[in-house]
Protein backbone atom coordinates (compact mmCIF):
# COMPACT_ATOMS: atom_id res chain seq x y z
CA UNK A 1 0.00 0.00 0.00
CA UNK A 2 1.07 3.49 -0.95
CA UNK A 3 1.85 5.83 1.47
CA UNK A 4 2.44 9.74 1.91
CA UNK A 5 3.81 10.64 5.60
CA UNK A 6 3.29 14.41 5.77
CA UNK A 7 5.42 15.33 8.65
CA UNK A 8 7.36 18.52 10.48
CA UNK A 9 10.80 17.43 9.65
CA UNK A 10 12.27 15.10 7.82
CA UNK A 11 15.15 13.71 10.65
CA UNK A 12 15.63 11.09 12.35
CA UNK A 13 14.22 10.18 15.62
CA UNK A 14 11.57 12.84 14.93
CA UNK A 15 7.71 11.89 15.06
CA UNK A 16 6.88 10.96 11.94
CA UNK A 17 10.27 9.38 10.92
CA UNK A 18 9.35 6.60 13.01
CA UNK A 19 6.19 5.94 11.27
CA UNK A 20 7.77 5.97 7.99
CA UNK A 21 10.07 3.59 9.30
CA UNK A 22 7.36 1.12 10.62
CA UNK A 23 5.44 1.39 8.13
CA UNK A 24 8.38 0.66 5.75
CA UNK A 25 9.13 -2.55 7.56
CA UNK A 26 5.67 -3.45 6.91
CA UNK A 27 5.70 -3.85 3.42
CA UNK A 28 4.01 -0.72 2.67
CA UNK A 29 6.02 1.65 -0.21
CA UNK A 30 6.34 4.91 1.78
CA UNK A 31 7.46 8.36 0.78
CA UNK A 32 7.54 11.69 3.14
CA UNK A 33 6.66 15.45 2.79
CA UNK A 34 8.54 17.56 5.14
CA UNK A 35 5.92 20.81 5.92
CA UNK A 36 7.83 22.54 8.13
CA UNK A 37 11.73 24.31 6.64
CA UNK A 38 14.39 25.25 8.49
CA UNK A 39 15.19 28.61 6.95
CA UNK A 40 14.42 32.12 7.08
CA UNK A 41 11.51 31.97 4.57
CA UNK A 42 9.76 29.74 6.87
CA UNK A 43 10.71 31.73 10.14
CA UNK A 44 10.51 35.20 9.07
CA UNK A 45 6.77 36.63 9.83
CA UNK A 46 6.66 38.60 6.58
CA UNK A 47 7.36 35.69 4.05
CA UNK A 48 5.95 33.02 6.37
CA UNK A 49 2.64 32.72 5.11
CA UNK A 50 3.23 33.00 1.57
CA UNK A 51 5.90 30.28 1.58
CA UNK A 52 3.70 27.80 3.62
CA UNK A 53 1.24 28.46 0.48
CA UNK A 54 3.78 27.23 -1.63
CA UNK A 55 4.84 24.19 0.25
CA UNK A 56 1.19 23.47 0.42
CA UNK A 57 0.91 23.56 -3.86
CA UNK A 58 3.93 21.24 -3.74
CA UNK A 59 1.94 18.88 -1.71
CA UNK A 60 -0.37 18.55 -3.70
CA UNK A 61 1.15 17.97 -6.96
CA UNK A 62 3.21 14.94 -4.97
CA UNK A 63 -0.22 13.34 -3.93
CA UNK A 64 -1.79 14.32 -7.69
CA UNK A 65 1.81 12.54 -9.46
CA UNK A 66 2.37 9.61 -6.68
CA UNK A 67 -1.28 8.51 -5.93
CA UNK A 68 -1.25 7.21 -2.24
CA UNK A 69 -3.78 4.95 -0.85
CA UNK A 70 -2.99 6.62 2.54
CA UNK A 71 -1.73 10.20 3.55
CA UNK A 72 -0.78 10.25 7.46
CA UNK A 73 -0.31 13.71 8.64
CA UNK A 74 1.70 14.29 11.61
CA UNK A 75 -0.11 16.75 13.92
CA UNK A 76 -0.08 19.06 10.52
CA UNK A 77 -0.98 22.94 11.45
CA UNK A 78 -0.50 24.22 8.14
CA UNK A 79 -2.57 21.91 6.26
CA UNK A 80 -6.01 23.15 5.29
CA UNK A 81 -9.18 21.95 4.81
CA UNK A 82 -9.49 23.28 1.18
CA UNK A 83 -6.07 21.50 0.03
CA UNK A 84 -7.27 18.00 1.73
CA UNK A 85 -10.29 18.88 -0.16
CA UNK A 86 -8.29 19.54 -3.58
CA UNK A 87 -6.96 16.40 -3.36
CA UNK A 88 -9.44 14.55 -2.36
CA UNK A 89 -11.41 15.64 -5.88
CA UNK A 90 -8.43 14.39 -8.19
CA UNK A 91 -6.94 11.20 -6.32
CA UNK A 92 -8.40 7.98 -4.49
CA UNK A 93 -7.01 8.43 -1.12
CA UNK A 94 -7.59 8.97 2.54
CA UNK A 95 -6.23 11.65 4.85
CA UNK A 96 -5.53 10.68 7.73
CA UNK A 97 -4.40 12.41 10.85
CA UNK A 98 -2.33 11.57 14.16
CA UNK A 99 -2.16 14.15 16.65
CA UNK A 100 0.43 14.11 18.88
CA UNK A 101 -0.96 16.86 21.23
CA UNK A 102 -4.36 18.48 22.26
CA UNK A 103 -6.16 19.78 18.89
CA UNK A 104 -8.64 21.69 21.08
CA UNK A 105 -5.75 24.26 21.55
CA UNK A 106 -4.36 23.98 18.05
CA UNK A 107 -6.29 22.82 15.21
CA UNK A 108 -9.27 25.25 14.09
CA UNK A 109 -12.67 22.87 13.66
CA UNK A 110 -12.70 22.72 9.76
CA UNK A 111 -9.36 21.58 9.62
CA UNK A 112 -10.13 18.35 12.31
CA UNK A 113 -12.86 17.45 10.42
CA UNK A 114 -11.55 17.35 6.76
CA UNK A 115 -9.61 14.63 7.83
CA UNK A 116 -11.34 10.76 6.51
CA UNK A 117 -10.31 10.21 10.29
CA UNK A 118 -8.44 11.89 12.92
CA UNK A 119 -6.72 10.03 15.86
CA UNK A 120 -6.45 11.91 18.81
CA UNK A 121 -4.44 10.41 22.03
CA UNK A 122 -7.04 12.52 24.25
CA UNK A 123 -10.36 11.42 25.12
CA UNK A 124 -11.33 14.82 26.58
CA UNK A 125 -10.73 16.41 23.24
CA UNK A 126 -12.81 13.78 21.01
CA UNK A 127 -15.68 13.56 23.48
CA UNK A 128 -15.45 17.40 22.85
CA UNK A 129 -15.38 17.75 19.10
CA UNK A 130 -17.83 14.33 19.12
CA UNK A 131 -20.51 16.99 21.22
CA UNK A 132 -20.59 19.16 18.36
CA UNK A 133 -20.97 16.84 15.53
CA UNK A 134 -17.00 15.72 14.51
CA UNK A 135 -18.06 12.20 13.46
CA UNK A 136 -14.30 11.41 11.77
CA UNK A 137 -12.43 10.74 15.22
CA UNK A 138 -10.84 7.73 16.85
CA UNK A 139 -9.05 7.41 19.77
CA UNK A 140 -5.31 6.00 19.58
CA UNK A 141 -2.56 6.66 22.30
CA UNK A 142 1.04 7.12 22.03
CA UNK A 143 3.51 4.47 21.99
CA UNK A 144 6.77 3.54 22.04
CA UNK A 145 9.47 2.07 19.58
CA UNK A 146 11.84 -0.47 21.00
CA UNK A 147 14.20 -0.50 19.03
CA UNK A 148 14.88 3.76 20.39
CA UNK A 149 13.23 2.85 23.83
CA UNK A 150 14.97 0.53 25.84
CA UNK A 151 17.27 -0.55 29.08
CA UNK A 152 20.95 0.43 28.23
CA UNK A 153 23.70 -0.78 30.98
CA UNK A 154 25.48 2.48 32.15
CA UNK A 155 29.47 2.75 32.96
CA UNK A 156 30.48 3.65 36.11
CA UNK A 157 31.32 6.88 34.92
CA UNK A 158 28.06 6.86 33.29
CA UNK A 159 26.37 6.20 35.99
CA UNK A 160 27.59 9.26 38.18
CA UNK A 161 27.13 11.22 35.54
CA UNK A 162 23.40 10.69 34.31
CA UNK A 163 22.42 8.78 37.43
CA UNK A 164 19.89 9.86 40.57
CA UNK A 165 17.68 8.51 42.87
CA UNK A 166 15.08 10.67 41.25
CA UNK A 167 15.24 12.14 37.86
CA UNK A 168 12.92 14.01 35.64
CA UNK A 169 13.22 14.86 31.74
CA UNK A 170 11.29 17.54 30.45
CA UNK A 171 11.60 20.95 29.31
CA UNK A 172 11.82 24.10 31.60
CA UNK A 173 8.18 25.54 32.10
CA UNK A 174 6.85 27.40 35.17
CA UNK A 175 4.75 24.73 35.77
CA UNK A 176 7.36 22.43 35.83
CA UNK A 177 9.88 24.86 38.15
CA UNK A 178 7.31 24.99 40.86
CA UNK A 179 6.93 21.54 40.62
CA UNK A 180 10.55 20.58 41.08
CA UNK A 181 10.29 23.43 44.05
CA UNK A 182 7.85 21.46 45.90
CA UNK A 183 10.19 18.78 46.20
CA UNK A 184 13.84 20.14 46.85
CA UNK A 185 14.06 18.08 49.88
CA UNK A 186 14.71 15.43 47.74
CA UNK A 187 17.47 13.37 45.82
CA UNK A 188 16.20 14.89 42.46
CA UNK A 189 17.79 15.67 38.76
CA UNK A 190 16.31 17.31 36.40
CA UNK A 191 17.19 17.47 32.25
CA UNK A 192 16.02 19.58 29.56
CA UNK A 193 15.97 22.97 28.30
CA UNK A 194 15.94 25.85 30.11
CA UNK A 195 16.51 24.33 33.56
CA UNK A 196 20.11 25.64 33.81
CA UNK A 197 19.05 29.68 33.10
CA UNK A 198 16.79 29.69 35.58
CA UNK A 199 17.04 32.20 38.20
CA UNK A 200 16.70 29.60 41.60
CA UNK A 201 20.61 29.05 42.39
CA UNK A 202 18.83 25.40 43.87
CA UNK A 203 16.75 24.43 41.15
CA UNK A 204 20.09 25.42 39.09
CA UNK A 205 22.48 23.25 41.07
CA UNK A 206 20.45 20.13 40.44
CA UNK A 207 19.77 21.04 35.90
CA UNK A 208 21.32 19.17 33.52
CA UNK A 209 20.96 20.17 29.85
CA UNK A 210 18.63 18.33 27.20
CA UNK A 211 19.07 14.68 26.71
CA UNK A 212 18.05 12.76 23.69
CA UNK A 213 18.80 8.72 22.18
CA UNK A 214 21.01 7.24 24.63
CA UNK A 215 21.97 9.65 26.65
CA UNK A 216 17.92 9.88 27.98
CA UNK A 217 18.11 6.00 28.10
CA UNK A 218 21.40 6.74 30.51
CA UNK A 219 18.98 8.72 32.64
CA UNK A 220 16.36 6.04 32.92
CA UNK A 221 18.21 3.38 33.49
CA UNK A 222 20.70 5.05 35.77
CA UNK A 223 18.07 6.50 38.59
CA UNK A 224 16.22 4.56 40.91
CA UNK A 225 12.60 6.51 40.14
CA UNK A 226 11.61 8.50 37.11
CA UNK A 227 9.06 10.95 37.55
CA UNK A 228 6.65 11.85 34.92
CA UNK A 229 4.51 14.71 35.07
CA UNK A 230 1.69 15.58 32.65
CA UNK A 231 1.82 19.10 31.07
CA UNK A 232 -1.73 20.56 32.71
CA UNK A 233 -3.39 22.06 29.65
CA UNK A 234 -2.23 19.20 26.88
CA UNK A 235 -3.01 16.20 28.86
CA UNK A 236 -6.67 16.63 30.31
CA UNK A 237 -7.55 12.78 30.76
CA UNK A 238 -5.05 11.38 27.88
CA UNK A 239 -1.25 10.10 28.56
CA UNK A 240 1.58 11.52 27.14
CA UNK A 241 4.98 9.95 25.04
CA UNK A 242 7.13 10.04 27.75
CA UNK A 243 5.05 7.16 29.72
CA UNK A 244 5.61 4.77 27.22
CA UNK A 245 9.12 5.49 26.83
CA UNK A 246 9.83 4.87 29.98
CA UNK A 247 8.15 2.12 30.25
CA UNK A 248 9.88 0.31 27.32
CA UNK A 249 13.11 1.38 29.04
CA UNK A 250 12.73 -0.29 32.25
CA UNK A 251 12.31 2.42 34.00
CA UNK A 252 9.93 2.69 37.46
CA UNK A 253 7.80 5.92 36.88
CA UNK A 254 6.06 7.46 39.28
CA UNK A 255 2.86 9.53 37.48
CA UNK A 256 0.12 12.15 37.99
CA UNK A 257 -2.80 9.43 37.69
CA UNK A 258 -4.61 10.67 34.55
CA UNK A 259 -8.01 8.72 33.74
CA UNK A 260 -6.72 6.75 30.41
CA UNK A 261 -3.94 5.30 32.42
CA UNK A 262 -5.95 3.07 33.94
CA UNK A 263 -6.54 1.01 30.59
CA UNK A 264 -2.94 1.34 29.95
CA UNK A 265 -0.70 0.23 32.86
CA UNK A 266 -1.63 -1.36 36.06
CA UNK A 267 -1.71 1.29 39.10
CA UNK A 268 0.51 -0.47 41.59
CA UNK A 269 2.57 -2.99 39.47
CA UNK A 270 3.07 -1.08 36.02
CA UNK A 271 3.60 2.36 37.12
CA UNK A 272 3.13 3.92 40.56
CA UNK A 273 0.39 6.45 40.75
CA UNK A 274 -0.30 9.88 42.56
CA UNK A 275 -2.81 12.49 42.47
CA UNK A 276 -1.42 14.87 44.73
CA UNK A 277 1.73 16.50 46.14
CA UNK A 278 1.33 14.62 49.66
CA UNK A 279 0.74 11.16 47.79
CA UNK A 280 3.44 11.58 45.65
CA UNK A 281 6.16 12.26 48.52
CA UNK A 282 4.83 9.27 50.25
CA UNK A 283 4.96 7.21 46.75
CA UNK A 284 8.98 8.85 46.38
CA UNK A 285 9.76 7.55 50.16
CA UNK A 286 8.11 4.12 50.03
CA UNK A 287 10.41 3.31 46.31
CA UNK A 288 13.41 5.09 47.22
CA UNK A 289 13.73 2.95 50.56
CA UNK A 290 13.00 -0.23 48.45
CA UNK A 291 14.43 0.32 45.13
CA UNK A 292 14.80 -3.48 44.53
CA UNK A 293 10.43 -2.75 44.14
CA UNK A 294 11.00 -0.35 42.02
CA UNK A 295 13.07 -2.11 39.65
CA UNK A 296 10.46 -4.86 39.70
CA UNK A 297 7.77 -2.17 38.66
CA UNK A 298 9.89 -0.53 35.88
CA UNK A 299 10.64 -4.54 34.17
CA UNK A 300 6.25 -5.48 34.40
CA UNK A 301 6.16 -2.26 32.73
CA UNK A 302 8.52 -2.79 29.98
CA UNK A 303 6.78 -6.10 28.81
CA UNK A 304 3.26 -4.40 29.18
CA UNK A 305 4.48 -1.92 26.56
CA UNK A 306 6.03 -4.31 24.82
CA UNK A 307 3.26 -7.06 24.45
CA UNK A 308 0.67 -4.26 24.01
CA UNK A 309 1.97 -0.16 23.37
CA UNK A 310 4.57 -0.27 20.31
CA UNK A 311 4.16 1.80 17.43
CA UNK A 312 3.48 -1.44 15.31
CA UNK A 313 0.68 -2.07 17.59
CA UNK A 314 -0.62 1.63 16.93
CA UNK A 315 -0.32 1.43 13.13
CA UNK A 316 -2.26 -2.07 12.80
CA UNK A 317 -5.30 -0.34 15.30
CA UNK A 318 -4.88 2.57 12.64
CA UNK A 319 -5.27 0.06 9.87
CA UNK A 320 -8.09 -1.98 11.10
CA UNK A 321 -9.96 1.47 11.60
CA UNK A 322 -9.69 2.52 8.64
CA UNK A 323 -10.86 -0.96 6.78
CA UNK A 324 -13.79 -0.87 9.12
CA UNK A 325 -15.00 2.49 8.45
CA UNK A 326 -13.91 2.46 4.27
CA UNK A 327 -12.91 -1.09 3.40
CA UNK A 328 -9.61 -2.62 2.09
CA UNK A 329 -7.08 -0.06 0.52
CA UNK A 330 -4.76 -1.66 -1.87
Known sequence: MRWLVVLPFERPGLMGMDFADELTELGHDVRTFEYRKDNPLYKNRSTKTAYQALLRRSLERTCLGWQP????????????????ARVKRKVDTLFLNFFPDNPLWMMPFEAIEAYDLFFTKERYAMRSLEQVGLRNLAYLPMYCVPSAHHPVTPTADEARRYGAQISFVGNRYPYRERFVRALRDYPLKVWGSGWTATEDPVVRAIAGPPVFGHEKLLVYSASTVSLNHHHPMNDIVGVNTRTFELAAAGACQIVDLKEDLHDLFKAGEEIVGYRDMGELRRQLDVHLEHPDEARAIGANARRRALAEHTLRHR???MLAMVEERFGKRS
Not at 69 to 84: C, M, N, Q, Y
Open 69 to 84: SLVLVIKGGPITADLI
Open 315 to 317: IEA
